[in-house]
């Protein structure tokens, strides 16, 4: 069966805009852009796109690539302090000269709509309640969406970023899953994710994944992108692997659409947290 990324997030997205309209909830999201990156210009947009589509304000900063450090950091305490803003987002990557980390660090725990910071990072580590990573939070509601098991799970990841990987596998420990996270050195791969309930591979390299490393019956979670000569491939072998796994997401549209609509969701969220 496909994971059908977007046929969820458009469920989703539309109960959150019913549930925005009822309750009146009055959200918006402050999005920092230092410099003039085409791909992130291309982000925001689909951020803008979704967040109207269901009722969120956006306020957008665009910073010069000359913008200094200290600029980006007040801007930062500002929006902090600014009880209208529900979540801010600095969109990455910044020009050089900027420390990326020190700069997102700086926004609030309670207003860090990726989920990144390290406050909220060490609150996943802790099995506390947190603002999830929109990638990860996005894989287990599709996976909850389709009904999949996660506790008592078998489950593999390969990848070990800080994006995916890492936060990803607390995520599921933290739901009583048997986690295991492979990488570049990880020896003798393929013996590992065949004993995988759950594989989610999240590397960027093209078809890491073939079929004789995947457990008949398994579910197998595509996260990696490469772009070759202008198309898309995945992790994933889809075509030699949609026969012998048992739910399998496609790449595009698997978890692509899962991570925006994470977005929306944890603006939710965060409103409702800010409200008690």
């Given at each position: 069966?496909?994971?059908d990324g977007?046929?969820v997030r458009?469920?989703?997205?539309?109960?959150?805009?019913?549930?925005i309209?009822?309750?009146?909830?009055?959200?918006?999201?402050?999005i920092?852009?230092?410099?003039?990156?085409?791909?992130?210009?291309i982000?925001i947009?689909?951020?803008?796109?979704?967040c109207d589509?269901?009722?969120?304000?956006?306020?957008?900063?665009?910073?010069?690539?000359?913008?200094?450090?200290k600029?980006?950091?007040?801007?930062?305490?500002?929006l902090?302090?600014?009880?209208s803003?529900?979540g801010?987002i600095?969109?990455?990557?910044?020009?050089?000269?900027?420390?990326?980390?020190?700069?997102?660090?700086?926004?609030?725990?309670?207003?860090?709509?990726?989920?990144?910071?390290?406050?909220?990072i060490y609150?996943?580590?802790?099995?506390?309640?947190?603002?999830?990573?929109?990638?990860?939070?996005?894989?287990?509601?599709l996976?909850?969406?389709?009904?999949i098991?996660?506790?008592g799970?078998n489950?593999?990841?390969v990848g070990?970023?800080?994006?995916v990987?890492?936060?990803?596998?607390?995520a599921?420990?933290n739901?009583?899953a048997?986690?295991?996270?492979a990488?570049?050195k990880?020896?003798?791969?393929?013996?590992?994710t065949?004993?995988?309930?759950i594989?989610?591979?999240?590397?960027g390299?093209k078809?890491?994944?073939?079929?004789d490393?995947?457990?008949?019956?398994?579910t197998v979670?595509?996260v990696?992108?490469?772009?070759?000569?202008g198309?898309?491939?995945?992790?994933?072998?889809?075509e030699?692997?949609?026969?012998?796994?048992?739910?399998?997401?496609?790449?595009?549209?698997?978890?692509?659409?899962?991570t925006?609509a994470?977005?929306i969701?944890?603006?939710?969220e965060?409103?409702?947290?800010?409200?008690?």
């Amino acid at each position: 069966m496909i994971l059908d990324g977007k046929k969820v997030r458009d469920e989703i997205l539309a109960k959150i805009k019913a549930k925005i309209a009822k309750e009146k909830l009055d959200i918006k999201l402050a999005i920092i852009l230092v410099g003039d990156d085409e791909a992130s210009k291309i982000y925001i947009k689909n951020k803008e796109k979704y967040c109207d589509m269901v009722g969120i304000a956006v306020e957008k900063y665009k910073l010069s690539s000359e913008t200094e450090e200290k600029e980006i950091i007040n801007l930062i305490d500002k929006l902090n302090n600014d009880e209208s803003v529900t979540g801010i987002i600095l969109q990455s990557p910044v020009p050089e000269g900027i420390d990326f980390n020190k700069c997102s660090n700086l926004i609030k725990p309670e207003k860090d709509v990726d989920g990144f910071t390290k406050n909220n990072i060490y609150y996943l580590y802790l099995g506390k309640k947190t603002v999830l990573p929109c990638t990860v939070k996005g894989i287990i509601k599709l996976l909850e969406y389709y009904k999949i098991p996660i506790s008592g799970a078998n489950v593999v990841i390969v990848g070990r970023g800080n994006i995916v990987g890492h936060p990803l596998s607390l995520a599921f420990e933290n739901m009583d899953a048997t986690v295991t996270l492979a990488h570049s050195k990880t020896q003798n791969l393929a013996e590992i994710t065949k004993n995988a309930d759950i594989l989610i591979s999240a590397t960027g390299v093209k078809h890491l994944i073939t079929k004789d490393m995947v457990k008949y019956g398994s579910t197998v979670i595509d996260v990696g992108v490469t772009r070759v000569d202008g198309k898309i491939y995945g992790d994933v072998d889809f075509e030699n692997i949609k026969d012998i796994a048992r739910y399998i997401t496609p790449n595009p549209g698997g978890v692509g659409p899962m991570t925006v609509a994470m977005i929306i969701d944890n603006l939710v969220e965060m409103e409702e947290r800010k409200n008690g």
